[in-house]
């Protein structure tokens, strides 16, 4: 059984948003220094590297993170494939891929090449999702949407596209790295920390096909 690893490793040189907390990572015990264990120290944002955004993230009566039935994080997944040349996913962007056949979809972008860069910085220019996408996923009976940047919906204009699919109970995954998938059908497993009455936390996601 193949297992793809679809979640970017947490370190010091991981991107994040602009005004979030940069990973530290640290060492307060070390077996080479002749402490008992070797222990690490971490300090980042919930939504550091791959994470799930709950209703709470963008709603003020929106459900917390620890309330999403693990349901709608483990099951029957369909990767879709974005054309490279697509940086603003609309409805008519998705209407002209392959129709929607699972509620957990995953989208695959030329975003997925960022996580290779030797020098990973944040981008802008992600690929992201505007409300009418947004619109289109709520529409399919999506209950879950996972992206392969640090948002959903674009850089210059994220309230809508959150908005729109949180009101409507759809989970956001973000930050997936899908370069070593292909589109098709998986089962998803993904499994965030469990932050109780938060709106974020980082998650283990990965696929294994069908």
Request: proline share 7%; hydrophobic share 45%.
């Amino acid at each position: 059984m193949r297992i793809f690893d679809i979640s970017v490793g947490i370190d010091e040189n991981l991107p994040v948003w602009p005004g979030d907390p940069e990973p530290v990572i640290k060492w307060i015990g070390r077996l080479e220094a002749g402490d008992q264990a070797n222990i690490s120290a971490l300090n980042f944002g919930a939504h550091t590297g791959t994470h799930i955004d709950a209703p709470f993230h963008f709603l003020p009566d929106g459900q917390a993170l620890d309330a999403i039935p693990l349901s709608t994080l483990i099951g029957d997944a369909q990767v879709l494939a974005v054309p490279e040349d697509v940086f603003l996913i609309t409805a008519d962007v998705l209407r002209s891929l392959q129709k929607i056949k699972s509620e957990r979809l995953l989208l695959k972008t030329r975003n997925s090449r960022f996580w290779s860069e030797s020098q990973a910085q944040f981008r802008t220019d992600f690929t992201a999702l505007d409300s009418s996408a947004a619109e289109y996923i709520v529409q399919a009976g999506v209950r879950l949407v996972g992206v392969d940047y640090l948002s959903v919906a674009p850089y210059d204009n994220p309230a809508p596209t959150h908005e729109i699919l949180l009101r409507a109970g759809v989970v956001i995954l973000e930050s997936l790295d899908l370069s070593q998938v292909s589109a098709g059908r998986y089962e998803l497993i993904c499994l965030p920390i469990k932050l109780t009455g938060r709106e974020a936390a980082p998650a283990r996601a990965v696929l294994i096909p069908q």
